[in-house]
């Protein structure tokens, strides 16, 4: 069993930051592709922000130069450093890992519960 749990959303003003953390436990032998994605209401789920194990990273234009994503891959943890936050930046946000919890075991995706970022004044 494997979890992602999110935390850091919350209520911020327009122009503000907030920092999103999401830490992976239980039964992982390799953390692969780790990631953010966002779903605002009446929307799609959308891509934000991707990192790879060799920190090789991935953003969606709309937050490029806003948004810095980075791990700390002992702690399989990911983070998303939102900056210069707009109010079409709220949404849910949902963190993602692929994992395997084997050596030559089978590679699925895992995904938080989502956090709430809302950017109003």
């Known amino acids: 069993q494997v979890q992602l749990v999110e935390s850091g959303g919350g209520l911020v003003q327009p122009g503000g930051s907030l920092t999103l953390s999401c830490v992976a436990s239980g039964r992982i032998f390799r953390v692969e592709v780790m990631g953010w994605y966002r779903q605002a209401p009446g929307k799609q789920r959308e891509l934000v922000a991707t990192i790879t194990g060799g920190g090789n990273t991935d953003y969606a234009d709309s937050v490029k130069g806003r948004f810095t994503i980075s791990r700390d891959r002992a702690k399989n943890t990911v983070y998303l450093q939102m900056n210069s936050l707009k109010p079409e930046d709220t949404a849910v946000y949902y963190c993602?890992?692929?994992?395997?919890?084997?050596?030559?075991?089978?590679?699925?995706?895992?995904w938080g519960q989502g956090t709430q970022v809302t950017v109003s004044s």
């Open positions: 993602n890992a692929k994992i395997a919890n084997t050596y030559s075991g089978p590679v699925f995706n895992a």
